[in-house]
């Protein structure tokens, strides 16, 4: 037997026992005459004692052989500790070993394996397998693991069956590319991996299984900016015979439940806010709204000055920096320099602080007296004290652009509480999304998503207007799921897909088999997809999704621990055949 206890279990009340344990050396201190093992393993950390006046001179000899990452076993005496450690669980007591087995030596690691640890994150990546013997990364993989029982355990009460869909299939259009495996009893033919199982959880609700779910990897090539991964986890939903109301109210019933059993908070009913709501307020459609700083619109308050910048501006919107009088000079210099950089790209900014004595002074003095700049403070709600940022431009730029100037400013006054959870629904998403460089519209959710009841007709004339039954659910600033009411006649899906400039031949070549089934009676029914690995990582108090996965991939899509993707050889090309022209 390896062990009879593990590394965190042991306590004075098994004082005196004859205990065998295994695990890691931690470290090692070496008194000459008395040495201390820390022996680790997922449950904790015992200490251990070599006494040279109390253990025969081999045993000391051989402990005194121990490097860090060993993996021992040893047989001894719970006994009390000399110097307790009230921040071990273990800390009362130490084992007096008698007996020590070398079960397996290692080399000295690339990097410490404690909380805070010396390693970059490439060398962490590199060597995965060690990471994970830290507490952090640990902890979030048990995380992970609670959030997914919890999930399989809620959904199956509800009546969710989980079924499990291929990974080899046809393109589904979730707005990616696809990762495509050739075939080799098809030559020349390859599959596409799942960028979600969509079409598949909706022919399940044509099968009649009316509640499905999944947790499930899907599979998307982008480009990996921002804490996305090429696959990534879902919990992916579907149900017949509903309405959206009846999926929000599942879900949230979902998330509370989660919130509840995870982080021992309870919220209540989540707010929903209409799309075009948020992009007013918020600048966004998934705002954080665990602050103010909501959008006030001041073209009305600064019309009819000589400022033209204002004056032509399509949109002048600005928002209140709470306690922001205090930055300097120097400090609101770097603000404005911070959002005319490319990746948010606005021309500049304008400021007015409010004063704790109630005056005002803002940066366009010349243009507006005290009179115009209370009118400011009003509609962006600022209090004295405050810093009121303003810019002005299209509305398609400089809401993106004050949203993200929004949350640098709250992330830099340190406003965004892991701890506080704050979620929201957003409804009524437009339908379609106009894309500049190719002019032409794309479903913004999915091409199976249905208009809202009647708006199908609004689509020849005026499709920018049309709002779909699509929903979103927003965390903390975080998008963790989103989903729609389904199309489910085949003329509407075919008018759809015409619409959204598929021709026919490709239609259904693409999605004849759903078109088909629509035809056999399809029930009404939507769903919704949850991002498991964001959802997990918000839940564990960050937002860097990639601790929350046990090997995940770098920016570059790349497995640098196996060092993946890879060159395939020769043979295997054939086998598949492939010929590879490398471009330069
Ligand atoms: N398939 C969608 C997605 O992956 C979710 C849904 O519509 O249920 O985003």
Not at 12 to 41: C, H, P, Y
Not at 291 to 297: L, N
Not at 345 to 362: H, P, Q, T, W
Not at 410 to 421: I, M, N, T
Request: charged letters at 30%; aromatic letters at 10%; proline letters at 5%.
């Amino acid at each position: 037997m390896y062990r009879t206890h593990n590394n965190g279990q042991l306590r004075a009340t098994d004082i005196n026992k004859e205990v065998t344990l295994s695990g890691w050396v931690q470290r090692t201190r070496d008194k000459g005459f008395m040495m201390w093992v820390d022996l680790r393993d997922r449950y904790g950390i015992t200490q251990l004692i070599f006494d040279a006046d109390r253990t025969s001179k081999e045993l000391f000899e051989k402990a005194s052989t121990l490097g860090r990452e060993y993996v021992i076993q040893v047989k001894g005496t719970v006994i009390e500790r000399q110097s307790k450690n009230p921040n071990l669980p273990t800390g009362d007591i130490e084992i007096l070993v008698s007996e020590l087995t070398i079960l397996n030596k290692s080399k000295t690691p690339p990097f410490t394996i404690e909380d805070e640890t010396d390693g970059g994150e490439d060398l962490r990546m590199k060597y995965r397998y060690l990471d994970i013997r830290r507490n952090p990364v640990r902890e979030n993989l048990i995380l992970r693991h609670k959030v997914t029982i919890a999930v399989r355990n809620y959904l199956s009460k509800k009546g969710f069956i989980e079924v499990e869909t291929p990974y080899l299939i046809k393109s589904t259009p979730e707005g990616a590319r696809d990762f495509v495996v050739p075939s080799r009893m098809n030559e020349g033919q390859f599959y596409a991996l799942p960028q979600s199982p969509q079409t598949f959880k909706q022919l399940l609700m044509v099968g009649g299984l009316d509640k499905y779910f999944q947790i499930v990897k899907c599979f998307r090539d982008e480009d990996l900016r921002a804490d996305r991964q090429p696959e990534f986890t879902q919990i992916d939903c579907e149900m017949a015979f509903v309405d959206q109301e009846e999926i929000l109210n599942v879900f949230e019933g979902l998330t509370k439940h989660l919130l509840k059993e995870i982080n021992g908070v309870e919220v209540s009913e989540f707010p929903r806010m209409t799309y075009d709501e948020l992009m007013q307020r918020y600048g966004n459609d998934k705002p954080d709204i665990r602050f103010g700083m909501e959008f006030g619109e001041l073209n009305e308050v600064t019309q009819h000055k000589e400022f033209n910048v204002f004056n032509q501006a399509e949109l002048v919107v600005g928002i209140a920096v709470p306690g922001g009088n205090k930055f300097t000079r120097k400090e609101i210099d770097k603000l404005t320099d911070w959002v005319k950089r490319p990746q948010v790209g606005a021309l500049g900014m304008v400021y007015c602080r409010y004063n704790e004595d109630g005056s005002f002074k803002s940066s366009v003095d010349k243009f507006y007296n005290e009179e115009d700049l209370a009118k400011w403070a009003e509609v962006t709600n600022a209090k004295p004290g405050d810093l009121i940022c303003v810019l002005s431009g299209d509305k398609n730029k400089v809401r993106p652009q004050l949203s993200a100037l929004r949350m640098h400013l709250a992330e830099e006054l340190g406003l965004r509480d892991p701890k506080v959870f704050a979620p929201i629904w957003v409804v009524d998403f437009p339908l379609l999304e106009w894309d500049e460089d190719t002019q032409r519209y794309y479903a913004m959710h999915h091409p199976f998503t249905a208009p809202k009841p009647g708006q199908m007709e609004l689509l020849a004339t005026n499709p920018a207007e049309v709002k779909a039954n699509a929903y979103d659910l927003v965390l903390n600033g975080n998008e963790i799921g989103g989903g729609s009411i389904r199309i489910h006649d085949k003329d509407t899906q075919a008018k759809m897909f015409k619409f959204l400039g598929f021709t026919e031949e490709d239609a259904k070549a693409q999605f004849g088999f759903l078109m088909d089934a629509f035809q056999y009676g399809a029930p009404p029914h939507g769903g919704i997809a949850f991002g498991l690995d964001r959802l997990v990582a918000i839940l564990g108090g960050q937002e860097t999704i990639r601790d929350f996965i046990a090997f995940p991939k770098n920016n570059a899509g790349r497995d640098v621990m196996i060092d993946a993707p890879a060159p395939i050889d020769d043979k295997q090309l054939q086998e598949l055949h492939l010929k590879v022209e490398i471009k330069q």
